[in-house]
């Protein structure tokens, strides 16, 4: 299986909404962290973009950002610019001098991802994917954004199942070739898929999560000593590599828990565990409460969605 493919069925996008963004003249605008994932092509100029904790990043005509997790950011017409407070809304927005002809314009929308996996999957993605005008892959995500935008806005038959299904096409082309801040190396699982040795250990964790991998078998695979690859391993993907297959095998488990329907010792054997014992053993001490408590849990939270909707 692809790493990549089973994080965009886990992630589930969904509920997506798009708007204007547009200023002139100098402007500054500071948002707080929010969940929901943000993505936005510059249609017209350039701004600034200073995500929290890094410096700040020239955008400009044609360049996509998606920030998975919306940490807290700024968007300003000039580094330095005096920012005022931001709130995130579903309606086009104006900065800067409200008079006259905006000299930039930007298409910036947001969506939702599935509450139970992704915490999980996003800690393994970059907090920013950038990709530069003169990069192919911008051509190709202006082009889905043009759908998402032009979806959003009519009220067509099946817009839920389309919009989704777009989303699926633009975090896909995000994840095959994720841009950074220059001078910034890539983390996460996207560096593990780029570096050849490491991606076949990945690609076998993912196509088998059920097999007893250990760390020397993995190595094996990747072509290399078990002290390097575990070093390597470590230093790109931000964990060890049985953490990792841990950690996979959890979200996998709390996927399946949240959806119901499949019996325990069933789910423990195919996501690698010799009893059912051992699975809830294991899912207790990493998530905080038993299997059954954590699908009880997720049924009481779905029913009480249901009913809000």
């Known amino acids: 299986m692809d790493p990549v493919t089973d994080i965009i069925g886990l992630l ?17 605008v500071r948002y707080a962290a929010y969940e929901e994932p943000g993505f936005a092509v510059v249609m017209r100029g350039r701004c600034w973009l200073a995500v929290e904790g890094s410096e700040p990043l020239v955008l400009e005509r044609g360049d996509f950002v998606l920030l ?10 000039r580094p330095g610019a005096a920012c005022s407070k931001g709130v995130p809304s579903t309606h086009g927005v104006r900065h800067g001098d409200p008079e006259g002809e ?16 992704a915490p999980l999957v996003l800690a393994l993605l970059p907090a920013m994917i950038h ?6 892959d911008a051509i190709r995500l202006s082009h889905i ?22 989303l699926d096409v633009m975090l896909v082309e995000c994840l095959r070739r994720p841009g950074v801040p220059r001078g910034t190396p890539p983390s996460g699982l996207l560096a593990g898929m780029q570096d050849a040795a490491l991606a076949r250990a990945l690609h076998a ?6 097999a007893g991998w250990t760390v020397a078998g993995l190595a094996k695979l990747a072509g290399m000593s ?44 195919e996501i ?38």
């Not at 990709?131 to 192919?136: E, L, N, Q, S």
């Not at 964790?205 to 059920?210: D, F, I, K, N, Y």
């Not at 950690?247 to 329907?261: E, I, K, P, V, Y």
């Not at 699908?295 to 009480?304: G, P, Q």
């Open 226 to 269: 078990r002290s390097a690859f575990s070093a390597r391993f470590s230093h790109t993907l931000g964990c060890a590599p049985m953490e990792y297959l841990l950690r996979w095998r959890m979200t996998l488990a709390r996927d399946a828990l949240s959806r119901g329907g499949k019996p325990l010792d069933r789910l423990a054997e």
């Open 12 to 28: 589930r996008p969904h509920a997506v909404f798009s708007k204007p963004i547009t200023g002139r003249g100098e402007w500054g």
């Open 145 to 166: 954004v043009s759908l998402i935008m032009d979806e959003c806005a009519a009220e067509r038959p099946g817009k839920d199942m389309v919009l989704r299904r777009h």
């Open 131 to 136: 990709i530069r005008d003169g990069d192919g």
């Open 205 to 210: 964790m993912h196509a088998e999560v059920r």
């Open 68 to 77: 998975p997790s919306s940490p807290a950011f700024a968007l300003l017409s």
């Open 102 to 117: 905006p000299d930039f314009e930007m298409l910036g929308g947001a969506f939702r991802l599935d509450p139970v996996n």
């Open 272 to 309: 690698g565990y010799e009893s059912a014992s051992a699975f809830s053993t294991a899912f207790r001490r990493r998530v905080g409460c038993s299997p059954g408590a954590f699908a009880r849990s997720r049924r009481l939270a779905n029913r009480l969605q249901a009913a809000a909707a």
